[in-house]
């Protein structure tokens, strides 16, 4: 599975992205996916995963601001974020969770959001 992340940029606070992953290769065998960040000079977290079902999972951090969605006809995870601040600048990454629990997960290779006060 590939996973590729895209939809990053630079926006001042207050305004909105949406980060696009899109999914390619044995797509069925995924179970969730999910978005993590890494602010610089800081370790990756966990910001918002969906299952398979449509069921979403949100950081504290990003609640009521972020919204992560799925496009199973088109194996696209979307996570529109709005209001953005200063400490959502990062790298963000996006992540497959495998149906298998042997599997290692799959990742993306990373956008960039810079948000300016």
């Known amino acids: 599975v590939q996973l590729q992340a895209s939809g990053g940029g630079l926006v001042q606070a207050g305004g909105s992205l949406r980060l696009s992953c899109a999914l390619s290769g044995n797509t069925v065998s995924i179970d969730s996916i999910g978005w993590y960040r890494q602010p610089p000079r800081k370790p990756r977290e966990f910001i918002a995963s969906?299952?398979?079902?449509?069921?979403?999972k949100y950081a504290a951090s990003v609640k009521g601001r972020f919204t992560i969605s799925r496009d199973n006809a088109n194996d696209t995870v979307y996570l529109q974020m709005n209001s953005l601040k200063p400490d959502d600048t990062a790298v963000y990454y996006c992540n497959a969770d495998p149906k298998a629990w042997y599997e290692d997960d799959y990742w993306g290779q990373g956008t960039q959001v810079t948000v300016s006060s």
């Open positions: 969906i299952s398979s079902e449509g069921t979403p």
